[in-house]
């Protein structure tokens, strides 16, 4: 039966290696959900970029490849959620237990539950292949590939490379993933709540991948 409805908002957990495809898959669930993407990436570099005071503190984390701390990460988080009645995709968050632990004590004070989680599975050297070839065009904010998803040629001059995506910083970032959030995982599979998807293919194979497991 469909849990998310009109009248049930998709409160959703994006989870998976960086340069899984988080971002752009995230981009088609909001589209055919309503909810709001919550990426706490996202939400860090548009701090450190506004010179705030979180952006200050998480820019050295985040320019060596390691975490945030939490409490900074659940704060930002704990903030946002409450404003997202049409539902939410969190994206990149939680990474670590404590994380997970603040997400179900937020979620239990509001007195609202998760309703998915999606694992969105690439192996590691496909990871660091994909990171490395990520590239940004600053107009448009769209995510192109070097290899796999090649820019249109008149624009490759403006497109930026993110500070974290060079070859020793994704495996920094990799390696984190394995030690603190895949150990998160089970805490949502014995909840009955995890779908495990294959991240490997086109955008579009995995899109229909994760649509297909929406409830
Ligand atoms: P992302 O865009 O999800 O790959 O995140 C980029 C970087 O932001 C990560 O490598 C971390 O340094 C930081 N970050 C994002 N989300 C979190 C989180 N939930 N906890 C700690 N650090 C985070």
Do not use: W
């Not at 975490?67 to 409450?82: F, G, K, N, S, Y």
């Amino acid at each position: 039966m469909s849990e998310a409805t009109p009248n049930k908002p998709l409160r959703a957990i994006l989870v998976g290696p960086p340069g899984a495809g988080k971002g752009t898959q995230a981009a088609a669930i909001v589209e055919a959900s309503g909810a709001i993407h919550l990426s706490t990436g996202d939400m860090l570099r548009a701090a450190i970029k506004a010179g705030s005071e979180l952006g200050k503190k998480a820019d050295p984390f985040m320019t060596k490849g390691g975490l945030v701390p939490d409490d900074l990460v659940i704060a930002l988080v704990v903030e946002r959620l409450a404003q997202c009645a049409t539902g939410f995709l969190l994206d990149g968050f939680p990474r670590t237990a404590p994380q997970a632990e603040a997400l179900d004590e937020a979620l239990k004070g509001a007195g609202v539950s998760l309703v998915v989680v999606l694992l969105l599975q690439v192996p590691d050297d496909e990871v660091v292949e994909r990171l490395t070839g990520r590239r940004t065009d600053p107009v448009t904010g769209t995510i192109y590939h070097l290899i796999f998803r090649p820019p249109p040629p008149e624009i490759v001059d403006r497109l930026t490379q993110r500070s974290d995506d060079t070859e020793a910083k994704a495996r920094a970032r990799l390696d984190k993933y394995h030690s603190e959030t895949a150990p998160v995982i089970p805490h949502y599979e014995t909840r009955g709540l995890l779908r495990r998807i294959n991240g490997v293919g086109s955008l579009d194979e995995v899109r229909a991948r994760v649509l297909a497991v929406l409830p």
